[in-house]
């Protein structure tokens, strides 16, 4: 079902927004990954983190961030180390079984990527990067509607 935001296209966008992310999920599961564990896996990939540096780089709350981690840390997909340094800093390290998830986690994601796109012609695939790239970001709410609060 179409979300309603009052815009059609971005009713679309969300629409096929959502539909690859399920699908995305669905196949990373069987990975015991998600699109959230392979973010953090990615941003993992070049050297160890701090948690505040990988909560900053995934834009969400350290708590959030935490729980993340202790599930990859349970799945022994990423490791805690001492910093070499700063005993109060804990490092977040990918392990060999974390690389080789975060291989086949990119290898499925790109597939439901492939299998969500293959119907566009190259011309189409084209206009569409072109269109979706005319797509400004929203500017800020300056009003409310009557009777409703203000946003921003």
Do not use: F, W, Y
């Not at 290898?107 to 293959?118: G, I, L």
């Amino acid at each position: 079902m179409r979300p309603d935001t009052g815009d059609e296209i971005v009713d679309a966008l969300l629409l096929a927004g959502h539909r690859v992310r399920t699908a995305t999920d669905a196949s990373l599961r069987a990975e015991g990954l998600s699109l959230a564990r392979l973010k953090v896996l990615k941003l993992l990939e070049h050297g160890p983190l701090p948690m505040g540096q990988l909560s900053e780089a995934m834009a969400v709350v350290p708590r959030s961030t935490t729980d993340l981690v202790d599930g990859l840390v349970a799945a022994e997909l990423v490791e805690r180390r001492p910093h070499p340094t700063d005993r109060r800093v804990v490092l977040l390290a990918l392990t060999d079984l974390g690389r080789v998830r975060l291989a086949s986690g990119r290898r499925r994601a790109s597939e439901v990527s492939r299998r969500a796109t293959r119907g566009l012609a190259p011309a189409r695939r084209r206009e569409l990067i072109e269109l979706l790239d005319a797509i400004g970001p929203p500017g800020p709410v300056t009003s409310a509607p009557s009777g409703g609060r203000r946003t921003s």
